[in-house]
């Protein structure tokens, strides 16, 4: 990689920085939860949120219940749950069936990449309608 490569590259990722920077805010909704609106759209358009939960031995993401209740308000369709919660799974991901937040518990390391993933997620899920 020539040093012209290398600088186009490093200006772009900076540009990336700045702009995810931008377009994503986080907020402290509670003294234990953390709200981040993240750069994500839905099939729907709208903004992606994820949730941090501080735990006594971990920190929870979760999508608070907003997924699934965006795509089945009176949770009656037993058939896109099914196939919402295989997908889930299938990410690494926890559902609770009675509530239909989806989760998972992690570390301080971990963190960041899983809310991307769970952001991801919702944007997937919100497609199979």
Same mark, same amino acid.
């Given at each position: ?19 995810? @920077? +931008? ?8 003294? =234990?939860? *953390?709200?981040? !609106? ?36 009176? @949770? +009656? ?8 919660? =295989?997908? *889930?799974?299938? !990410? ?38």
């Amino acid at each position: 990689m020539t040093k012209q490569s290398k600088k186009v590259c490093t200006e772009l990722k900076q540009k990336i920085i700045n702009w995810l @920077a +931008s377009n994503i805010n986080v907020l402290i909704f509670d003294e =234990n939860t *953390i709200e981040i !609106a993240t750069s994500q759209r839905d099939a729907l358009g709208e903004e992606v949120y994820c949730f941090v939960e501080k735990k006594e031995t971990a920190l929870k993401v979760t999508d608070d219940g907003r997924c699934l209740f965006k795509l089945d308000p009176s @949770a +009656s369709d037993e058939e896109l749950f099914e196939s919402c919660a =295989n997908l *889930i799974w299938d !990410a690494g991901f926890e559902v609770n069936p009675s509530t239909g937040v989806i989760f998972t518990e992690v570390d301080s390391e971990d963190l960041v990449p899983k809310i991307s993933e769970l952001a991801r997620l919702q944007v997937a899920i919100s497609y199979l309608v």
